[in-house]
């Protein structure tokens, strides 16, 4: 199970301002909760009281460098459930499978709440139904059939009159997982396969020096802008490899400066004389 938030939102009903995205990274399944704030604390609150007991209790709970899931004490309540805390790479919010349901969310509320944009909390309840009933196209089924091993709705039977010999045959649980499964990996070996024009093969060993893309900011204080500083910065040193593409880099010293896709390091040349 991944998660994230999204927000700040217009304050709605209740003076919520948050939601906490929970997706179950295999049935795709989607758990909306609206926040007033977004701490440790609400965060873990919502789990506890109501994504555990109701939905599911995962074996790991990855998410990005936020100061809520960083904290001290948010780590010590999920390692007291046997729950494994990771993190994503710094600075690559793709990398996070919530990051599409925040996708889903802006094209929901651009159509419903472009209006009365303090009603979103409204909104809520319907997006969960419509998100965990629609057929995902990863897995071939909708998140309610894998999560809960209910049947998918079907409009054409509730309108047509058919028979038990017309009904499709009902499937396991089981076989559904099987069939998931086996889809997901054949995509992910597709997506694999696919060439990129303009991909480079460049993958840095261990102890190898780098630079790292870093995000200028402007002062105008100062009388800097962003726009003429390096976008690099470095050389940092490869300390750690985490497949397929995340890297851990150390600056000279050998204290950590973070874990970064690949996508964020470039090779560092020595400056010749």
């Not at 994503?88 to 009365?116: D, G, Q």
Request: hydrophobic residues 30%; positive net charge.
């Amino acid at each position: 199970m991944s998660l994230d938030l999204y927000g700040p939102l217009p304050t709605g009903r209740g003076g919520v301002k948050y939601i906490l995205v929970c997706l179950d990274v295999f049935s795709k399944h989607v758990a909306l909760y609206a926040l007033k704030s977004a701490t440790t604390k609400s965060c873990r609150n919502k789990l506890k009281s109501h994504y555990f007991p109701e939905v599911t209790t995962p074996q790991c709970i990855p998410s990005d460098h936020g100061s809520q899931f960083t904290s001290p004490s948010w780590r010590k309540a999920l390692t007291d459930l046997n729950i494994d805390v990771k993190y994503f790479p710094i600075r690559h919010p793709e990398s996070n499978p919530a990051e599409r349901v925040m996708r889903e969310l802006n094209k929901y509320f651009k159509i419903y709440c472009h209006t009365t944009q303090e009603k979103w909390p409204e909104m809520v309840p319907y997006i969960t139904k419509w998100l965990n009933t629609s057929v995902s196209g990863t897995t071939g089924y909708s998140p309610i059939e894998l999560m809960f091993d209910e049947p998918r709705p079907d409009l054409f039977r509730e309108i047509l009159d058919k028979t038990s010999e017309q009904l499709p045959e009902a499937e396991t649980l089981e076989s559904k997982t099987l069939k998931a499964c086996a889809r997901m990996k054949l995509r992910a070996n597709d997506k694999r396969n696919k060439s990129k024009t303009g991909t480079t093969k460049w993958r840095p060993q261990l102890n190898e020096r780098v630079l790292l893309r870093c995000q200028p900011t402007s002062d105008v204080a100062q009388g800097v802008i962003g726009k003429f500083q390096h976008p690099f910065d470095g050389p940092f040193i490869i300390s750690k490899f985490i497949p397929p593409s995340m890297y851990e880099v150390s600056n000279s010293k050998g204290k950590l400066r973070g874990m970064f896709n690949l996508g964020h390091l470039k090779p560092y040349l020595d400056s010749v004389d």
